[in-house]
T-cell receptor, first 114, second 116 residues
C-alpha cells in the first residue's frame, strides 16, 4: 500500500540556519504530495503542495520539489525563524478503491532557537 | 480560503457518557469528510471517511459502534464518541474535501477530548 516516510525528529536549529526535512513515499499511480504544518495546540495547515512530477511547491520561504525518480518530496527553507517551530507532516493523496485518501508521515518536530 | 470549523474545541466528560463533535465547512460544499485521531506527539490516524448522504467507511480497527459518524449535509459532519472511556481521550481532527482545490483536504482546528 501507499506510505510516507519522514526523517525522525526533533530537529533543532539556530535562527537563520538552513532547513531540510526529508520525505519519501511509496505509491501506485500519480499521487499529489503535500506538506502540512501544525503549530502547538492547533490543527493542521497546508504549507505547500505539488500535484505532478517536477512541480515545485512553495510558501512562506519553504519549498519542496516532487521528484518521481527518487520518490521524494523534501522540505527546505533557506533561513528559519523562531516562529517556524512546529511539527511538519509530509502527506500524499491518491485515489484508491475507497476514493481519495490522504496518508500522513509520522511528523517531524522542529525547534528553532533564537 | 476554504474554512473548516470544529465545535467544541475542547471537552471534558465523565467516563460512560457520550460526546458529539461537529465539523462544518463554512464556505464550500464538502462532499467527503474525514475524521482523524491524533495521539500526543504522533501522526494523524484516519478513523473514517464519509460521503454526504452515505454511511461512513471505517478504517480497520476502528469500532463503528463506538465512533458514530453522520454526514447528513454538504456542510456538516458529526462524530459521536459513545460511552467514552479514558482511553478515548485524544485530539480529534476533521477534514473536508469538496469543490475547492485539487485533491486537497482542508482541516479543522481539532477537538481535544478528555475523559475522566
Amino acid at each position: 500500500g501507499n506510505s510516507v516516510t519522514q526523517m525522525e525528529g526533533p530537529v533543532t536549529l539556530s535562527e537563520e540556519a538552513f532547513l531540510t526535512i526529508n520525505c519519501t513515499y511509496t505509491a501506485t499511480g500519480y499521487p499529489s504530495l503535500f506538506w502540512y504544518v501544525q503549530y502547538p495546540g492547533e490543527g493542521l495547515q497546508l504549507l505547500l503542495k505539488a500535484t505532478k512530477a517536477d512541480d515545485k511547491g512553495s510558501n512562506k520561504g519553504f519549498e519542496a520539489t516532487y521528484r518521481k525518480e527518487t520518490t521524494s518530496f523534501h522540505l527546505e527553507k533557506g533561513s528559519v525563524q523562531v516562529s517556524d517551530s512546529a511539527v511538519y507532516f509530509c502527506a500524499l493523496s491518491s485515489r484508491n478503491t475507497g476514493g481519495f485518501k490522504t496518508i500522513f508521515g509520522a511528523g517531524t518536530r522542529l525547534f528553532v532557537k533564537a | 480560503g476554504a474554512v473548516v470549523s470544529q465545535h467544541p474545541s475542547w471537552v471534558i466528560c465523565k467516563s460512560g457518557t457520550s460526546v458529539k463533535i461537529e465539523c462544518r465547512s463554512l464556505d464550500f460544499q464538502a462532499t467527503t469528510m474525514f475524521w482523524y485521531r491524533q495521539f500526543p506527539k504522533q501522526s494523524l490516524m484516519l478513523m473514517a471517511t464519509s460521503n454526504e448522504g452515505s454511511k461512513a467507511t471505517y478504517e480497520q480497527g476502528v469500532e463503528k459502534d463506538k465512533f458514530l459518524i453522520n454526514h447528513a449535509s454538504l456542510t456538516l459532519s458529526t462524530l459521536t464518541v459513545t460511552s467514552a472511556h479514558p482511553e478515548d481521550s485524544s485530539f480529534y481532527i476533521c477534514s473536508a474535501r469538496g469543490d475547492r482545490g485539487f485533491n486537497e483536504q482542508f482541516f479543522g482546528p481539532g477537538t481535544r477530548l478528555t475523559v475522566l
